[in-house]
């Protein structure tokens, strides 16, 4: 099967909101610039400061009443299934039903892991179990779930249901085979990152033949992709700056997969990157740009303004 793609270019971006003034700051430049969402990342323990994502986003939908609000991702084994269920919820009413709720395993941090009493090696089996799990919860009846490994309970009703009829759509993160074909099989749609445009058409296909197997009839399937990106007047200036960044963010050498999987360069030299991204199947933009935290905003603007009018051919295709 081939999977319901959306036809629209949506462009949000990433961004941290550690205070009600910085939401009001963020939900205003994305008005001025034009952008359709706002994303936040989620970590409990990081090699940099991380806020909670839903408290964060939460600023925002008090002030926005236009933006999409996403996570990318929520690292949902590290909760409990019932918790994130009625967590969840809460948000899509304050948010009136723009949410996307993007969600992922991490794993590259096993003390998190361990600080939450999760074995990380059940991270995937819990994250499938608890999507599964919420689910039910959301339909707003009174259910059971005893079939279930990690979070068994018998006659529960959870009220009240989310705006969004069966609750926000669900969109999984990771590139894994495993990961892959749970979004086939469970999710609204598939939001990646650290993979190329070859990647991300081969993880559709791949996503396609798992949906097919499990006889899903999918009437629209989400298909976005986390993109680190830097703007500049030269390539190699975007990558020595992406590079630093990306390298302090996480703890390790990332200038080689800054090299390989990030949007980078001149406008031009990024317009061509996101084309090849669109022609691969991502319908939906996540922004995160790299380099100094000060130089953000101007990023951003410079995306708007020089890289996005170099995609109004993508609108339609």
């Not at 090849?276 to 100094?292: E, I, K, N, S």
Request: with cysteine; glycine share 8%; aromatic share 8%.
């Amino acid at each position: 099967m081939d999977l319901p793609l959306e036809k629209k270019l949506t462009i949000g971006f990433s961004a941290t909101m550690p205070t009600p003034a910085a939401a009001r700051e963020v939900s205003a430049l994305a008005d001025r610039l034009g952008y359709e969402s706002l994303w936040t990342g989620d970590h409990i323990a990081f090699a940099v400061p991380m806020l909670d994502p839903l408290l964060q986003l939460a600023q925002v939908a008090a002030v926005n009443p236009r933006l999409i609000l996403g996570t990318g991702v929520y690292l949902m084994p590290l909760r409990h299934a019932t918790t994130v269920a009625k967590l969840v919820a809460t948000f899509d009413h304050l948010c009136e039903g723009r949410f996307i709720f993007g969600v992922g395993v991490g794993g590259e941090f096993p003390n998190e892991y361990a600080a939450c009493g999760v074995p990380v090696k059940e991270r995937g089996a819990r994250l499938t179990d608890g999507i599964k799990t919420i689910r039910k919860l959301w339909t707003g009846e009174k259910v059971s779930n005893e079939e279930s490994r990690f979070y068994p309970f018998t006659d529960v009703q959870m009220l009240p249901r989310p705006v969004t009829p069966g609750g926000p759509p669900i969109w999984a993160g990771g590139r894994s085979k495993a990961a892959l074909e749970r979004c086939g099989r469970l999710t609204n749609g598939w939001i990646s990152y650290v993979v190329t445009p070859e990647m991300y058409r081969d993880g559709l296909e791949k996503i396609a033949v798992a949906a097919a197997d499990a006889k899903r009839d999918l009437k629209t399937f989400g298909s976005g992709h986390l993109v680190f990106m830097r703007i500049d007047d030269t390539y190699e200036r975007a990558l020595d700056l992406a590079a630093a960044h990306l390298t302090r963010r996480y703890a390790m050498d990332f200038r080689p997969a800054a090299k390989r999987y990030a949007v980078l360069g001149t406008p031009a030299d990024c317009a061509q990157r996101i084309a090849d991204f669109h022609a691969a199947g991502v319908r939906h933009f996540v922004l995160d740009c790299t380099g100094p935290l000060e130089e953000r905003d101007a990023q951003l603007e410079r995306f708007a303004k020089e890289v996005r009018p170099l995609l109004g051919q993508l609108k339609a295709a």
